[in-house]
């Protein structure tokens, strides 16, 4: 007689990948919510669209502690959006190495992981708001915007190709060897790896947003490609190699628009 398999047997919860999932689909949200325009921002600010550069930013700093609020709340969307997808890798490794310990415990300590991530990304908008009260981005960019746009091309270009860069860009892509060298037991273990995690990802990424911040901070296109540029850095085997690519012709690019802005 043949062996009979239940259903359970057939389908087995544990093969399933729960974290990436959920990762996929908060992220999936996060997209629809920014697409969709279901993030509140206050107020307006006259002349300006809210793709525009330094518009979030302006009515944002016009509106007070309000407007800080809501804007490190959209800015905190639009980074789940950005840098959930390509941290499923890590998401999922740690998960596994709850192996043995209780399901509630599994969901506490990986909560407590996404959401440290999710935290530090969302407090790194006060640095284009701080920006932006010393420097209005959208009066410079109105005068000056290629010399902007160019000037922060160049510092892409010079982050993408220091080696500081490379060490940071070595921890993304390697969550195996991060795990290793810096595990910690408990729910405060977890948030502890995140917020170290969470830096290296920071140091990987900063100059990226930089260009965004530039360019409009909720400009769809423009925050589409740069999700794809350093999801790639991240994930495939010649991420590398992209950074390095991205920053030649950033490099080129910029300074061919500098040049352009004197003559």
């Avoid at 239940?6 to 996929?24: E, M, N, Q």
């Avoid at 499923?88 to 740690?94: D, G, I, K, M, T």
């Amino acid at each position: 007689m043949g062996t009979r398999y239940s259903f359970g047997d057939r389908f087995d919860l544990r093969r399933i990948p729960v974290v990436a999932l959920v990762t996929y689909g908060v992220a999936l949200l996060a997209w629809v919510a920014i697409v969709r325009r279901w993030l509140p921002m206050p107020g307006m600010a006259h002349g300006l669209r809210m793709s525009d550069p330094g518009a979030p930013e302006a009515m944002a700093l016009s509106n007070g502690v309000v407007g800080w609020g809501l804007y490190l709340f959209m800015w905190g969307v639009m980074m789940v959006a950005m840098m959930y997808p390509s941290s499923v890798p890590l998401f999922r490794l740690y998960y596994r190495t709850l192996d043995g310990t209780t399901r509630a415990d599994k969901t506490a300590r990986v909560g407590a992981f996404m959401g440290t991530y999710a935290l530090v990304w969302t407090l790194t908008g006060v640095v284009p708001l701080v920006v932006n009260a010393a420097v209005p981005v959208a009066t410079v960019a109105n005068e000056n915007g290629p010399l902007l746009f160019g000037g922060t091309l160049l510092l892409l270009s010079g982050y993408q190709l220091s080696p500081y860069k490379y060490r940071c860009l070595k921890r993304c892509r390697s969550p195996l060897g991060f795990l290793m060298e810096y595990h910690e037991p408990g729910i405060r273990g977890a948030a502890r790896m995140s917020l170290r995690f969470s830096v290296f990802c920071v140091g990987c990424c900063w100059a990226l947003f930089a260009v965004m911040v530039v360019v409009g901070s909720m400009n769809l296109l423009w925050m589409a490609g740069l999700t794809v540029v350093l999801s790639l850095e991240r994930v495939v085997a010649w991420g590398d190699r992209l950074a390095r690519g991205v920053g030649v012709v950033a490099g080129v690019a910029g300074g061919a628009l500098v040049l352009l802005a004197f003559l």
